[in-house]
């Protein structure tokens, strides 16, 4: 019953990978994809599983071969933790331009080390440093060294890690940008350059500087993914 659930609509999207892709075999791509949903935690909700396969086909429709069912797998399998808390609107119209630009795998990679250093606080003291002269620090829940510097955060201390669990590009343009131009920082590369010093994983680095500063590109995309035809392409 669940199998004949969701065969309509993923049969829909496989029409359209091998459209993408004629005289090619697709199936490894839909291996993957389910094992990617079942990671998501959605494959068990048909609603959701539906719509995130009309999503997938969304992007498919999009951005072609730069974006098949098989990077939200690798953004699914190499986000690990990190996904599961993910909102619909990020991984669907947002994660698609990032793995674009940097593929399934390394976005992913990218959004489990942004995760860590956020919602699991796994910061070095100069990261620590820098959020806190932001002001993007809990002060109730920094623990300091005898000199007075920040050397641990308990659950939450960094400012806005709720909303940076469920959509990184809404904590990056709602919590650090207002922060950063408050310090009198709005020039790109000294945008990315502090955000070098809050990242130490280079991944995470790249992750967070496209959502930072090439916001009109990610913007066109979320417009143009709703726009774009979804499932129902599959008709046609």
Known sequence: EDALAVMDPLTKLRVLAQAKNPGGDVSAEFETLVKGMEI????????????????????????????PPSAFFQMFKYGRGSTRGLSEDYMLSVAPT????????????????????????????SSLKELEAL?????????RDKKGQPKHIGVGGVVGSDLA?????????????PALAKKGITDPQEINDRITSIFSNSLAQQLVSILATQQKRIEKDRNNLGNAQGLVAADE
């Open 40 to 67: 998501k935690g959605v494959a068990q909700d048909r609603d959701e599983f539906t719509k995130y396969m009309n999503g997938m086909a969304k992007a498919l429709n999009l951005f072609g071969e730069q974006v």
């Open 98 to 125: 990032l793995a674009a630009e940097l593929g399934g795998s390394s976005t992913g990679v990218g959004q489990q080390a942004f995760y860590q250093a956020i919602i699991g606080r796994r910061l070095k003291a």
């Open 135 to 143: 002001g993007l620090l809990d002060e109730s829940k920094i623990e």
């Open 165 to 177: 669990r469920s959509n990184p590009y809404a904590w990056v343009n709602q919590v650090l940008l």
